[in-house]
Structure formats: structure tokens, C-alpha cells
């Protein structure tokens, strides 16, 4: 507890917003619009790209029963009764608000579903094996996402060997981890998620339970002011000292 209070009193006086920079950044679990009927449009500040002309279209979907090991509520790590589908060759993007920091750990986080009715092999792996999820910076300057003209961090996709595949009626958890470290030269862009469906034919990929979490989710926990207040005033300059002590050990 003295650890949790050290560190949002230093952030505090230091001008920082410890539940702007810290813990969740993202959480998109789908459940919003809610409706029996397909949602086409995706909440803000979600884009979708790509075409919704194939046989699997784009959306927001309450699943029928029988199309996983249970529906209302999805099986863990999903959750809810609503989730993302995604046809061939279709993305949906979004800015996240959260400018990258130096040496610091981004992690994405994505259930991904394997529908019962739709996981015969296809394309040389299954016909959801073409997801992936990835982080971009916004590096263009205009504010949006736009694709090439930004710059792509990395990912985590279905037909890796590093994937975590989930059985037919079942869900996975898969996460793509940024370390800041590495590319300094990103340190003040923001960054940006994409959920995509990269395969062009016939395929269809399933997404629930977005986060973006950095490790500092300690953090992310107000406190009333007066508490701030009487950490700051308990704390002084050798609490200082331990916050740098303890980023140090976040730098490889
Ligand atoms: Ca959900
Ligand atoms: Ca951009």
C-alpha cells in the first residue's frame, strides 16, 4: 500500500495523470451498440476498412447458439455475449490516446474465437487461422490512422508458430508486447490498434476482449485528494529517488 501511494503522490506532483498514462489504456469487449440483428457500424473511435461484399461480413455479432461451447455468456477468456467478426481482407483501427513513453512495455491483449461452424481446413491451416493483431504508431502527423503511411510496431498472427490457437467452440488469449526500448524514435507518437483479417478469399476471424495495458496498472487506481495530499506531504524527496530506482529496472 505505501508503494501504491508513493507512486500516485509522485506522479501527482510531477503534473502527470496517473489513469491517463498507466494501467488500461484500451478495453473493447464489443457489448456496445447491443442487438439481436449484425452491427456494421463500430463504436468510436473504431474505423473499419476493407470490403464488405464477401460471403462473411464485417460485424458486431451476438452469436447463435451452438457456435461456441456457450453464448450468453461466451466462454473465457471472452466475455459477454457480443463479439467481433471479421471477413476476408477487412480491418478495423483505432487511435488509442496514448502517446508512447520511453522504455515502457505495451501490451495488446485479444481473445480470439474459433467458431464451431466455420473451422474446416482451408488455405493450408483452418478458416480462422488469418487473424492478427497489431500495434502501429501514428507517425504521420495527421492524427489518424492511415496505413502505410504510418509506421508498423509488430504483431502477433494466427498462422505464426507463436500462436495460441484456440479449439473448434473455444477461445484463446494472444497478446503482442511493444517495449519502447527498442525503437526510440517512436517515444511521443501515439499508438494504434488494428484487428485485421488479412486473407483475401474465404476466412472469417473472431475478436473479443481487446486491452492495451502497460505494466504500471498499480497506478491506475484514484485515490481521494486528500490522501494525495497527505502522501505528498509524508513523502518528500527520497520517495523520488525510489521512482527512478524502480524505472530503472523496466530499461533492458
Ligand atoms: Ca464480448
Ligand atoms: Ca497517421
Avoid: C
Avoid at 5 to 15: I, R
Avoid at 142 to 148: A, E, K, R, V
Amino acid at each position: 500500500m505505501r508503494f501504491l501511494v508513493t507512486t500516485l503522490a509522485v506522479a501527482t506532483l510531477l503534473g502527470g495523470s496517473p489513469s491517463a498514462r498507466a494501467g488500461f489504456l484500451v478495453v473493447e469487449s464489443w457489448e456496445t451498440p447491443a442487438g439481436n440483428s449484425p452491427i456494421f457500424t463500430f463504436p468510436s473511435p473504431w474505423v473499419g476498412a476493407g470490403p464488405q461484399n464477401g460471403y462473411y461480413y464485417s460485424q458486431i455479432i451476438q452469436p447463435s447458439a451452438g457456435e461456441f461451447s456457450s453464448v450468453n455468456p461466451l466462454p473465457a477468456p471472452a466475455d459477454g455475449n457480443q463479439h467481433l467478426r471479421l471477413g476476408r481482407n477487412y480491418s478495423v483501427s483505432r487511435l488509442t490516446g496514448a502517446a508512447i513513453q520511453a522504455n515502457t512495455d505495451y501490451t495488446l491483449s485479444v481473445a480470439i474465437g474459433n467458431n464451431n461452424y466455420q473451422n474446416f481446413a482451408y488455405a493450408g491451416g483452418t478458416q480462422q487461422t488469418f487473424w492478427s493483431i497489431q500495434l502501429w504508431a501514428d507517425t504521420s502527423g495527421l492524427g489518424t490512422f492511415d496505413g502505410s503511411v504510418d509506421t508498423f510496431i509488430g504483431q502477433q498472427y494466427g498462422t505464426s508458430g507463436t500462436a495460441t490457437l484456440p479449439v473448434p467452440g473455444n477461445w484463446a488469449l494472444n497478446t503482442f508486447t511493444f517495449n519502447s526500448a527498442t525503437t526510440p524514435s517512436l517515444v511521443g507518437k501515439e499508438l494504434v490498434i488494428l484487428l485485421g483479417n488479412g486473407e483475401p478469399f474465404f476466412s472469417v476471424s473472431n475478436y473479443d476482449n481487446v486491452t492495451l495495458s502497460t505494466p504500471d496498472a498499480v497506478a491506475a487506481v484514484p485515490l481521494p485528494p486528500s490522501v494525495l495530499l497527505l502522501a505528498a506531504g509524508l513523502a518528500g524527496l527520497p520517495l523520488l529517488g525510489g521512482v527512478r530506482t524502480r524505472r530503472g529496472f523496466r530499461v533492458p
